[in-house]
Every structure is written in C-alpha cells, then in structure tokens.
C-alpha cells in the first residue's frame, strides 16, 4: 500500500514516517498513527500524519501488522 494515498491510512496504523528536519537524510521514524493532517486524496510526497508521540511527518511506508 503507498504511503501517498490518503485513503490507505487510518489512525492505528503502523507507518514509517520521514520527519520535516530529516527530509535530506531520509530518514525514517516508525509510529503509530494519530491524526492524519493531509486533506487531498493524495500527496506526491506522502501523506502528512501526527504520530500517537506528537511527531509530524509524512508516510513512507505502511507497515504490515
């Protein structure tokens, strides 16, 4: 599932996120999804989430539970 697509994420999910300070990086931070900030059904970058942990970032990757 892509990370890009607002309709595959939903709070409770597992994800791997890349945070604002770590976009040169790349970076990946894993968490459970809180919010989903992105309202556009999709984003090129990713879809922007808060975490259950305050941190905000887009989605990489969703995690198979």
């Not at 894993?30 to 970032?57: E, F």
């Amino acid at each position: 599932m892509s990370g890009q697509v607002r309709s595959n994420i939903r709070p409770g999910l597992e994800v791997d996120i890349v945070l604002k300070q770590d976009q040169p990086s790349g970076k990946l931070t894993r968490g459970i999804v809180k919010d989903i900030l992105t309202n556009s059904a999709q984003h090129p970058h990713g879809i922007k989430v808060r975490l259950t942990n305050g941190q905000v970032g887009r989605v990489q990757a969703i995690i198979k539970s």
